[in-house]
Nanobody
Framework: VQLQASGGGLVQAGASLILSCVAS????????IGWFRQAPGKEREEVSC?????????RYADSVKGRFTISRDNAKNTVYLQMNDLKPEDTAVYYC????????????????WGQGTQVTVSS
């Protein structure tokens, strides 16, 4: 079971990035999966998450609503995070994580985490 996150980088405020998380060793079908971030000196927080229900209901942190969009492509076993209008406060290491039995509200207990990708937004 492996999650490989990519797509981070150094950008200026207002720019866009797309993060990708490819799963291997298991299928993302019927799994909750999301993106989480941790800035230096801060606790890890949920950015966005897709539940495993038939409607793929999504959750977003208030700080990213309207700017970030999560999506998944089950055929490619990949989840994406489109990040628009990036702000310096979005600077963090971004992780993808999933669990076969837990919904997004239990993300802190997700069993599989990727290695993280650094996003740095300069002002």
């Amino acid at each position: 079971v492996q999650l490989q996150a990519s797509g981070g980088g150094l950008v200026q405020a207002g720019a866009s990035l797309i993060l990708s998380c490819v799963a291997s060793g298991f299928t993302l079908d019927y799994r909750a999966i999301g993106w989480f971030r941790q800035a230096p000196g801060k606790e890890r927080e949920e950015v966005s998450c897709i539940n495993s229900d038939m409607d793929d209901t999504t959750r977003y942190a208030d700080s990213v609503k309207g700017r970030f969009t999560i999506s998944r492509d089950n055929a490619k076993n990949t989840v994406y995070l489109q990040m628009n209008d990036l702000k310096p406060e979005d600077t963090a290491v971004y992780y993808c994580a999933t669990d076969p039995f837990k919904e997004c509200k239990w993300w802190q207990f997700f069993g599989s985490w990727g290695q993280g990708t650094q996003v740095t937004v300069s002002s």
